[in-house]
């Protein structure tokens, strides 16, 4: 199964929920998965994190925002902050989720395998 590596690259909440359903999902099936913040994306991981419409996922049954990127982290799947973004959102590794680590888009490609699959989302 070919890898796959999202790019989240706007801070919006359902896009980033999305990208971690799908990682979540490639995880599972037992294909590795990465999900790399870029810039004003990584404010999405400011403590606490939420979501604007993680009242109304929560009245339908469905997890948080926090609960989807614990799920994502448990099953393996690969969450970067841009340090760059952690600048500009004034955030450190210390301010970071359980799991989440800092790098940059080099590192982002440098691990990418040419089968690999890149989305920009």
């Known amino acids: 199964m070919r890898a796959l590596n999202m790019i989240v690259a ?3 909440a359902e896009r980033f929920r ?3 359903l799908l990682a979540a999902a490639q995880a ?3 294909g590795a998965a990465t999900l ?3 810039l004003d994306a990584v ?3 400011r403590p606490p994190i939420t979501a604007p419409r993680d009242e109304a996922h929560g009245a339908s ?3 948080s925002l926090a609960m989807l990127l614990a799920d994502a982290t448990a099953l393996g799947v690969r969450i970067i902050a841009c340090q760059s973004g952690m600048a500009l959102c004034g955030l450190s590794a210390d301010d970071l989720p359980d799991g989440v680590l800092a790098g940059g ?3 982002l490609l440098q691990q990418a395998g ?3 699959q890149l989305l920009f989302v």
């Open 10 to 12: 706007t801070p919006d």
């Open 18 to 20: 999305g990208a971690i």
């Open 28 to 30: 599972a099936l037992g």
């Open 36 to 38: 790399f913040l870029q």
């Open 43 to 45: 404010a999405l991981l």
């Open 61 to 63: 049954g469905l997890p």
């Open 105 to 107: 888009p080099v590192g």
């Open 114 to 116: 040419p089968e690999d």
